[in-house]
């Protein structure tokens, strides 16, 4: 079993930037694909970025590809959402998510991971 700890959300203007930490408790964190999902008020959770394990592979949606940055560094269990280029549509609170992965793909849905963060608010104000 991991737990999973954000970090990093907060209130930024337009155009600003923002990094979002993962903490992953477990000695394992190296074996499960990660996923940064965000929702906003009224909408359904949404992948925005995932890692698989050893980094091989990434996945981005589109609304956020150019902006945002998926990285994972296994010696401190911990995944990064780098985000820049903010803008208001990208608020909502963000969820850092797992699943154990034998593989190296990415997972695009929520019903595939395991285990949940409690979730970074994240506004971004025009």
């Known amino acids: 079993q991991v737990q999973l700890v954000e970090s990093g959300g907060g209130l930024v203007q337009a155009g600003g930037s923002l990094r979002l930490s993962c903490a992953a408790s477990?000695?394992?964190?190296?074996?499960?694909?990660m996923g940064w999902f965000r929702q906003a008020p009224g909408k359904a959770r949404g992948l925005v970025a995932a890692?698989?394990?050893?980094?091989?592979?990434?996945y981005y949606a589109d609304s956020v590809k150019g902006r945002f940055t998926i990285s994972r560094d296994s010696a401190k269990n911990t995944v990064y959402l780098q985000m820049n280029s903010l803008k208001p549509e990208d608020t909502a609170v963000y969820y850092c998510?797992?699943?154990?992965?034998?593989?190296?793909?990415?997972?695009?849905?929520?019903?595939?991971?395991?285990?949940w963060g409690q979730g970074t608010q994240v506004t971004v104000s025009s």
């Open positions: 890692i698989s394990r050893s980094s091989v592979n990434t």
């Open positions: 998510a797992a699943e154990l992965r034998e593989d190296y793909s990415v997972r695009y849905f929520p019903s595939a991971y395991d285990y």
């Open positions: 477990g000695r394992t964190f190296s074996s499960y694909a």
